[in-house]
Nanobody
Framework: SVQLVESGGGSVQAGGSLRLSCVAS????????LGWFRQAPGKEREAIAV???????VYVGSVKGRFTISRDNAKNTLYLQMNSLKPEDTAMYYC?????????????????WGQGTQVTVSS
């Protein structure tokens, strides 16, 4: 199994940047597909970026070109660099892991979740 702990959330003005981190412990980190999800108040949780074991990444349209997902297998850490933040990016952000990218990107049912970190963007 995998335990995930996010950090790096906070409050920022529109146009600013934040970098989220997600440290994993437990099973072999490099074997897992990893993703970032977010959930805004009153909205459903959505997958915003996923990175496969070979580094292939995919993004939802609303963050493409502004957010970058990356992984450092030596440090068991997943990152999300968020630039040009907008008020509509305000949400709780979660990292997730699964052996299957489909369960992350399509089914939204990964085996492992972090506890979440809040991101608030003010206008």
């Amino acid at each position: 199994s995998v335990q995930l702990v996010e950090s790096g959330g906070g409050s920022v003005q529109a146009g600013g940047s934040l970098r989220l981190s997600c440290v994993a412990s437990g099973d072999t980190f490099g074997s897992y597909c990893l993703g970032w999800f977010r959930q805004a108040p009153g909205k459903e949780r959505e997958a915003i970026a996923v990175i496969d074991v070979d580094g292939t990444d995919v993004y939802v349209g609303s963050v493409k070109g502004r957010f970058t997902i990356s992984r450092d297998n030596a440090k068991n850490t997943l990152y999300l660099q968020m630039n040009s933040l907008k008020p509509e990016d305000t949400a709780m952000y979660y990292c997730a892991a699964d052996l299957s990218p489909t369960r992350l990107w399509v089914e939204y049912e990964p085996d492992y979740w972090g506890q979440g970190t809040q991101v608030t963007v003010s206008s």
